[in-house]
């Protein structure tokens, strides 16, 4: 069974550029989750989505992080502008429902220069 | 504050000894996760304990979830340089109609040959 997929691995980018994170969870998987994780920090929740539907983003800085799930599969998602505090590894992770097992992609690592 | 409290922050420990790293919270949680992330990757779950009091065994890891259910410990036997790893708690908390998967910050754990 393939795992949860995302790219890019890596991404350097100068601060107030933007930047796209894409996300392909597991198939048949309802529930997908955007997380930031600082250095050295535990994963912080960003986004949920059931389906194609968001049931939790209070911790999306909506200012200048946004995130869509067109069609309950693939997701994106995007930061514009970029500001070096968003130096991050950004993690996808997919579940069959939000009470089972989480599956996590490898992440995105963003450095903001 | 965080809700998942552990400790400690980081250990650096010799092949062959024995450890032990605590998940905290001042609210009582139905079940709790372990995972554990490797440098490059995303998190993979250990295990889930659902009833106070409840050990469970995987290999050399014994996860045991406390009485009154509000916190977990993980005790590793004879640690091999494989174990080394960031080692999170986490747990499915209401958010409105959903159930949000929050992570505490983690135990960074270094196993030196």
């Known amino acids: 069974e393939a795992g949860v997929a995302q790219s890019p691995r890596y991404k350097i980018i100068e601060k107030r550029q933007s930047v796209a994170f894409w996300c392909n969870p597991i198939s048949g998987h309802a529930t997908l989750y955007w997380y930031q994780q600082i250095l050295g920090q535990g994963p912080k929740l960003l986004i949920q989505?059931?389906?194609?539907?968001?049931?939790?983003d209070s911790q999306l800085p909506k200012d200048r992080f946004s995130a869509e799930r067109l069609k309950g599969v693939d997701s994106t998602l995007k930061i514009q502008p970029a500001k070096l505090e968003d130096s991050a590894v950004y993690l996808c992770?997919?579940?069959?429902?939000?009470?089972?097992?989480?599956?996590f992609g490898q992440g995105t690592r963003l450095t903001v220069v | 504050t965080q809700l998942l409290e552990q400790s400690p922050q980081f250990l650096s420990i010799q092949e062959g000894e024995n450890l032990t790293v605590y998940c905290n919270s001042s609210s009582v949680f139905s079940s709790l996760q372990w995972y554990r992330q490797e440098p490059g990757e995303g998190p993979v779950l250990l295990v889930t304990?659902?009833?106070?009091?409840e050990v469970k065994k995987l290999k050399r890891l014994t996860f045991q979830f406390g009485d009154a259910r509000k916190d977990s410990s993980l005790h590793i036997t004879a640690a091999q340089p494989g174990d080394t790893g960031l080692y999170l708690c986490?747990?499915?908390?209401?958010?409105?109609?959903?159930?949000?998967?929050?992570f505490g910050s983690g135990t960074q754990l270094t196993v030196l040959p």
């Open positions: 986490a747990l499915h908390i209401s958010s409105g109609s959903a159930r949000q998967l929050t």
């Open positions: 989505f059931q389906n194609n539907g968001v049931v939790d």
């Open positions: 992770a997919s579940s069959f429902t939000g009470l089972t097992e989480a599956f």
């Open positions: 304990v659902v009833t106070g009091g």
